[in-house]
C-alpha cells in the first residue's frame, strides 16, 4: 500500500487566494483527519470523516476553511481565502476500527503551506 | 486542562544509552489508548507504539517501550540502546473512549537529540 498521499507537498501563496490541499486515505481506512501543525500550537484536530461523512468539526479554525470528503478515496482541505496565519503544515491521516481504540493513525508526508 | 503533558521540550542522550521520555495524561475515561509518534526532521509522522488502558502488561516493539504506570497516569516511552537515526521529536498522544476511540488529542512534543 503507498500509504496516505497528500498533495501538493510544499505550497508558496499570497494573501488572499485560495489553497486546497488533497489527500488519498489508505484503502479500507474509513476514518480520515486533518491536522495542522504549528511551532505555537502544535498538532491540532482540525476536521474528521467517518464513512465520507464529517463527524466533527469544531477544529476548523473559522469560516474560511472547508473540508470534503466525497468518496472514500479522497478528500480536500480548502482555505479561501488565505492569510498568513494559516502557514503551517497540514497532515492527511486515516485510521481503521481496531480492538480496544487500538485505532493507529497512519499520516501522511505533509503539506507544507507558507501564506505571504 | 490538558490532555497530555510532556515536561520535557529537549532531551540529549549518548548513542547507545536508554533514555526515557515522559507522557502525563489526563482523562475520566476508564477505557483509552496511548500513542506514541517519532517526527523526525523530514516531517512524517512515524507510529512508534500503542498502550491500551487495560493492558496488563506494558507494550513494547523492538528497542522501544512503554512505561505504563496507570495510577499515576504516566506512559512514558523507553528507547533502549539509542541510536544518531533516533534523532527526532517524539509526540505522546491520546485516544478516549468518550470520542469514539475516533479523535487523537497530542502533547506538544519532546525533540531528542542522540549524540555520538
Known amino acids: 500500500d503507498a500509504g496516505v498521499i497528500q498533495s501538493p507537498r510544499h505550497e508558496v501563496t499570497e494573501m488572499g487566494q485560495e489553497v486546497t490541499l488533497r489527500c488519498k486515505p489508505i484503502?479500507?481506512?474509513?476514518?480520515l483527519f486533518w491536522y495542522r501543525q504549528t511551532m505555537m500550537r502544535g498538532l491540532e484536530l482540525l476536521i474528521y470523516?467517518?464513512?465520507?461523512?464529517?463527524?466533527?468539526d469544531s477544529g476548523m479554525p473559522e469560516d474560511r476553511f472547508s473540508a470534503k470528503m466525497p468518496n472514500a478515496s479522497f478528500s480536500t482541505l480548502k482555505i479561501q481565502p488565505s492569510e498568513p496565519r494559516d502557514s503551517a503544515v497540514y497532515f492527511c491521516?486515516?485510521?481503521?476500527?481496531?480492538?480496544?481504540?487500538?485505532?493507529?493513525?497512519?499520516f501522511g508526508a505533509g503539506s507544507r503551506l507558507t501564506v505571504l | 486542562a490538558q490532555k497530555i503533558t510532556q515536561t520535557q521540550p529537549g532531551m540529549f542522550v549518548q548513542e547507545k544509552e536508554a533514555v526515557t521520555l515522559d507522557c502525563t495524561y489526563d482523562?475520566?475515561?476508564?477505557?483509552?489508548?496511548l500513542f506514541w509518534y517519532k517526527q523526525p526532521s523530514s516531517g512524517e509522522m512515524i507510529f512508534l507504539i500503542y498502550?491500551?488502558?487495560?493492558?496488563?502488561q506494558n507494550a513494547t516493539e523492538g528497542r522501544y517501550s512503554l512505561n505504563f504506570q496507570k495510577a499515576r497516569k504516566s506512559a512514558n516511552l523507553v528507547i533502549s540502546a539509542s541510536q544518531l537515526g533516533d534523532s527526532a521529536m517524539y509526540f505522546c498522544?491520546?485516544?478516549?473512549?468518550?470520542?469514539?476511540?475516533?479523535?487523537?488529542?497530542f502533547g506538544k512534543g519532546t525533540m531528542l537529540l542522540v549524540s555520538p
Open positions: 491521516a486515516s485510521s481503521y476500527p481496531g480492538p480496544s481504540g487500538a485505532n493507529v493513525l497512519t
Open positions: 484503502s479500507g481506512h474509513d476514518y
Open positions: 470523516f467517518n464513512n465520507n461523512v464529517p463527524i466533527d
Open positions: 482523562t475520566s475515561d476508564q477505557s483509552y489508548g
Open positions: 498502550q491500551g488502558s487495560y493492558d496488563e
Open positions: 498522544a491520546m485516544r478516549e473512549a468518550n470520542s469514539g476511540y475516533s479523535t487523537l488529542t
